[in-house]
C-alpha cells in the first residue's frame, strides 16, 4: 500500500491557493487604483454566486469548461500544446447539431448517435495536426492555431441557407435544422421556478473519470506519460512515440467533441453563429489551475463559472465587467508562477531529504564499524 506522503499533498495544495490569493491581492491593487472599493465588490460577487439560481448557473457553464479542460489536460499529460480545442469543438457541435437536425430516429439512438458523431469530427480535425507534428515536424501551436481559422472558415462556408443552414423568416438568424424534442438531453429538476441542471453533467463526471482510469491506472496512460516526460528515453524503452503523439491529439480532439454537447443537447438544440467562442482558451486556463488533474480541473471550471456569474452583478453596481476578465487573467499567470515556485520547492526538499537520509546512513555504518 501506497504511503500517503502529507508533504506532497501540502505542495499540490499550494501553488492553487498562492495563486487564488495573489490573484485576489491583485485584483483589489486594480480596483484601489481606479477609485473603486474591492472588499465590496469581492462582497457582492460571493453574495450573488450564492444564491440558488447563481448555483444553477455555475454547474451548467461548468460542465462545458470542465469538458474544454479535460481535452487540453489530455494534450498537456502528453507534453502538447493543444491549442486548436476552440476550433474541434465548434465544428464538432456545428457537424453534430446538423447531423441530428437532419435525422428523426428515436432518442436512445439518436443522442448517442449525435454525441459520437461530434467525437469523430473533433478527432479527425485533432488528427491534422498530430499527423504534421509527427511527418513533418510542425509544431502543434501553430497547426492548432490555423486549424482554429479554417474551422471558422468552414462553419461560415455551409451555415448558409440552402447548404447546412435554415433561415428564419422571424427573426432572420441562420442556424442549423432544429433537433427533434426526442433528442434534447434530460435535465435535472433544481426546484422552485428555477432553470434546470443540464444533464451532462452526468457525462462530464464519467468523462473525468474516464479520464482518471486511463491516464493513472493504464499501461497506456503510463506511457502516454513517459513520452511527454522524456521521448528518448519512452523511446528507448519500446513505447512508439509517433503512434502517442497522433493518439493523445486524437483523444484530445474526441474530449473537445462533447465541449459542444451540453449547450446543443441541453440549451439551444441547434447551432447558430453566435456560438460560444473561446471556450477552448478557457479550457487551457482551466487545466492550468487544476493541474491536470480531473479533481482540480473541476474546481478550476467551478472557479471561471463563479467569476463570470459574478461579472454580471459587478455591472449594476456600478463596476467595470472587465475586471473579472482581469482577475482571470492574473489568476492564469499567478498559476503558472506558483507552480514553478512550488516545484523548485519541492525539488529542494526531496534533495534535503535524500541528503539527510545519506547523512543517517554514514552515521549508522560509522557505530557498525565501531561497534565490531
Known amino acids: 500500500m501506497k ?24 485584483t483589489a491593487l486594480v480596483l484601489l487604483a481606479t477609485g473603486k472599493e474591492p472588499f465590496n465588490a469581492f462582497g457582492v460577487m460571493f453574495e450573488y454566486g450564492s444564491k440558488a439560481d447563481s448555483q444553477v448557473y455555475i454547474l451548467n457553464k461548468a460542465t462545458t469548461y470542465y469538458l474544454a479542460g479535460l481535452a ?25 447539431a446538423a447531423a441530428g437536425g437532419a435525422m428523426n430516429l428515436p432518442g436512445l439512438v439518436q443522442i448517442p448517435l449525435i454525441i459520437l458523431v461530434a467525437m469523430l469530427v473533433g478527432a479527425m480535425w485533432a488528427s491534422i495536426a498530430g499527423l504534421l507534428k509527427v511527418y513533418r515536424g510542425v509544431s502543434e501551436v501553430i497547426s492548432t492555431i490555423m486549424l482554429n481559422s479554417l474551422a471558422t472558415a468552414l462553419i461560415s462556408y455551409l451555415l448558409v441557407d440552402g447548404r447546412l443552414g435554415v433561415l428564419d423568416p422571424d427573426t432572420n438568424i441562420v442556424s442549423t435544422e432544429p433537433l427533434p424534442e426526442s433528442s434534447h438531453f434530460f ?27 486511463v491516464l493513472g491506472r493504464t499501461r497506456f496512460g503510463f506511457d502516454l506519460r513517459s513520452v ?3 521521448e528518448p528515453a519512452a523511446q528507448a524503452s519500446g513505447v512508439g512515440v509517433k503512434r502517442m503523439i497522433v493518439t493523445s491529439m486524437v483523444l ?12 446543443v443537447l441541453n440549451d439551444t438544440h441547434q447551432f447558430t453563429a453566435d456560438f460560444p467562442l473561446g471556450v477552448g482558451f478557457t479550457g487551457i486556463a482551466v487545466a492550468l489551475l487544476g493541474r491536470n488533474h480531473p479533481i482540480g480541473i473541476a474546481l478550476g471550471a467551478l472557479l471561471w ?6 461579472a ?4 449594476f453596481e456600478g463596476y467595470d465587467k472587465e475586471i473579472v476578465g482581469v482577475m482571470q487573467g492574473v489568476i492564469v499567470l499567478c498559476v503558472v508562477i506558483a507552480y514553478e515556485l512550488v516545484r523548485r520547492y ?27
Open 228 to 230: 511527454g516526460r522524456s
Open 305 to 310: 463559472g463563479f467569476l463570470e456569474r459574478g
Open 346 to 372: 519541492g525539488i529542494k526538499r526531496q534533495q534535503q531529504r535524500v541528503g539527510a537520509e545519506l547523512a543517517q546512513q554514514a552515521v549508522n555504518l560509522t557505530k557498525r564499524e565501531v561497534a565490531q
Open 312 to 315: 454580471n452583478r459587478l455591472e
Open 72 to 96: 487540453v489536460a489530455i494534450g498537456f499529460r502528453m507534453n502538447l500544446f493543444n491549442i486548436g480545442v476552440d476550433g474541434q469543438y465548434r465544428l464538432s457541435a456545428f457537424i453534430a
Open 187 to 213: 435535465t435535472i429538476p433544481a426546484g422552485g421556478d428555477l432553470d434546470p441542471i443540464w444533464g451532462f453533467l452526468v457525462v462530464a463526471v464519467l468523462a473525468g473519470l474516464a479520464f482518471w482510469f
Open 3 to 26: 504511503k500517503f506522503d502529507k508533504e506532497r499533498v501540502l505542495l499540490a495544495i499550494a501553488a492553487p491557493a498562492l495563486a487564488l490569493v495573489a490573484a485576489f491581492t491583485v
Open 252 to 263: 484530445s480532439g474526441a474530449m473537445a467533441g462533447l465541449v459542444g454537447m451540453p449547450t
